[in-house]
């Protein structure tokens, strides 16, 4: 089975193609793609708790700093086990509806910045798969800085100077360094699939991108737009 890890960025139609897996899941159960709904106990069209898991432990992002204030110790003590066991549920009902790929969708996985953070995601799934794809959009350099930083500030999230940071949000940041970005990625993962954002279609352009039609008639939702 392709396993296939869709890590963002952000900014780039993650929202609106989460949605459209979600909304679609039957239909594309049938068509052979299984998308996993509940994960770690969260229901959500993004599987961020990926991120949450894989961060070293003194690196942060959104979502974790969330659920480290709203979630028990314990939460966190059990996160591997829940994941794990979670993970392989979703697989044996996939292998059950005869699906030839399972997706994994979270534009937090951008947010990881080095080999051990990527390794740690990758060994969840080397278990399940040995056929594993990751998929990254690249949105051009100033929108995607000018995009991110309004939707920090729209999350009234402050910026700091802590370089490795995803707070960072300085030109020398490396959430801008696309290069090193797609080195890494490389560097981890056999199979990679790079996309230029193209904002009126990604839901196409993605889906066509791993080798799934979508009809020429669906209209997409765009969601958690900044750019107004």
Known sequence: MRTIIH???????????????????????KKGLYVPDSLAGINHPSHYILNVFALDKERLSPMKEHLLSTKPKSF???LENKLTSDIEKHYKQAQE????????????????????????????????SDNIVCVCTFREKK???????KQLLKQKINFIQ????????????WLFDYESK????????????FIDYEPQNM????????????SQNIKEKHLNITDK
Do not use: P
């Not at 370089?163 to 300085?170: F, G």
């Open 162 to 173: 802590t370089k490795d940071s995803y707070r960072y949000i300085h030109e020398d940041s």
């Open 97 to 128: 509806n005869n699906c030839s790929d399972i997706i994994w969708s979270n534009e937090g996985l951008y947010l990881l910045n080095s080999e051990n953070e990527y390794k740690k995601l990758l060994q969840l799934f080397t278990k399940h």
């Open 76 to 78: 966190f003590d059990n």
């Open 182 to 193: 797609i080195n890494l990625l490389k560097k981890v993962f056999k199979d990679t699939i």
């Open 203 to 214: 839901v196409k352009i993605f889906m066509t991108s791993i080798g799934y039609y979508v």
């Open 143 to 149: 929108s995607f800085r000018k995009s991110y930083v």
């Open 7 to 29: 890590i963002g960025q952000h900014k780039t139609g993650t929202t609106s193609l989460q949605d459209y897996l979600q909304s679609q899941r039957n239909n594309l159960l």
